[in-house]
């Protein structure tokens, strides 16, 4: 059926002109030749081409602009603060030194006094309370020892602006006394950071005559 189509179409434009012909030289519609020979025109085109969009195209009409893409969003700035005023308060440790027990019993139980210089200074605008620092030795955590805590060994509270030095005090034993006499070293945690230090080993501790 397909090598029909164009001798159908050729048959049917010469048909249209002649139409067109006649209605011109007979005077009856200048109008009608003019429109059917225009319809010919239209309808001749290229054998076996549609100017027609198939089923399931896009036809884009208008003038075609670039759009450039979307910028990426700006790089997320990282930012670290700490809240509070505590986190304004510089601690140092001056010094630290580990006393063993020198009678049999503090021995036995592997018994030692450690003493710490430290220094904190209040950098913020306000009054901070620094907590009862913590002697970290491996694993064992021990307190400052309450029943020599005086106003020279806490640090307590902090006006604006003040510096405070003060002497620590810790009672170890058993396997902490152990492990610091052989590392020389430990830490502290003091306004809630933890501060490495290293020590020196003093003379036992003799009970008063």
Same mark, same amino acid.
């Given at each position: 059926?397909?090598?029909?189509?164009?001798?159908?179409?050729?048959?049917?434009?010469?048909?249209?002109?002649?139409?067109?012909?006649?209605?011109?030289?007979?005077?009856?519609?200048?109008?009608?030749?003019?429109?059917?020979?225009?319809?010919?025109?239209?309808?001749?085109?290229?054998?076996?081409?549609?100017?027609?969009?198939?089923?399931?195209?896009?036809v884009l009409t208008g003038v075609a602009t670039s759009v450039a893409?979307?910028?990426?969003?700006?790089p997320a700035t990282a930012t670290t603060t700490t809240a509070g005023?505590?986190?304004?308060?510089?601690?140092?440790?001056?010094?630290?030194?580990?006393?063993?027990?020198?009678?049999?019993?503090?021995?036995?139980?592997?018994?030692?006094?450690?003493?710490?210089?430290?220094?904190?200074?209040n950098e913020s605008g306000s009054t901070v309370t620094i907590a009862?620092?913590?002697?970290?030795?491996?694993?064992? %955590?021990? @307190?400052?020892?309450? $029943?020599?805590?005086?106003? *020279?060994? =806490? /640090?307590?509270?902090? #006006?604006?602006? !003040?510096?405070?030095?003060?002497?620590?005090?810790?009672?170890?034993?058993?396997?902490?006394?152990?492990?610091?006499?052989?590392?020389? %070293?430990? @830490?502290?945690?003091? $306004?809630?950071?933890?501060? *490495?230090? =290293? /020590?020196?080993?003093? #003379?036992?501790? !003799?009970?008063?005559?």
């Open positions: 059926m397909a090598p029909r189509q164009p001798r159908a179409r050729a048959f049917l434009r010469g048909l249209i002109r002649f139409v067109a012909l006649i209605a011109v030289a007979g005077g009856t519609g200048v109008a009608l030749g003019a429109g059917l020979s225009q319809l010919a025109d239209e309808d001749a085109v290229a054998p076996g081409v549609s100017d027609a969009p198939t089923s399931g195209s896009t893409p979307n910028p990426p969003p700006p005023a505590l986190g304004q308060v510089d601690v140092r440790v001056l010094g630290a030194i580990l006393h063993p027990a020198g009678t049999a019993e503090g021995k036995r139980r592997r018994r030692a006094r450690l003493t710490m210089r430290v220094q904190a200074i009862t620092p913590v002697l970290a030795v491996g694993s064992v %955590r021990i @307190r400052t020892d309450a $029943a020599a805590e005086t106003a *020279a060994t =806490r /640090l307590g509270e902090l #006006a604006a602006g !003040e510096t405070k030095t003060v002497t620590l005090r810790f009672e170890l034993q058993g396997e902490a006394t152990e492990k610091v006499t052989i590392d020389r %070293r430990a @830490r502290v945690v003091i $306004a809630g950071r933890a501060l *490495a230090f =290293r /020590l020196t080993v003093g #003379a036992p501790v !003799e009970p008063p005559s």
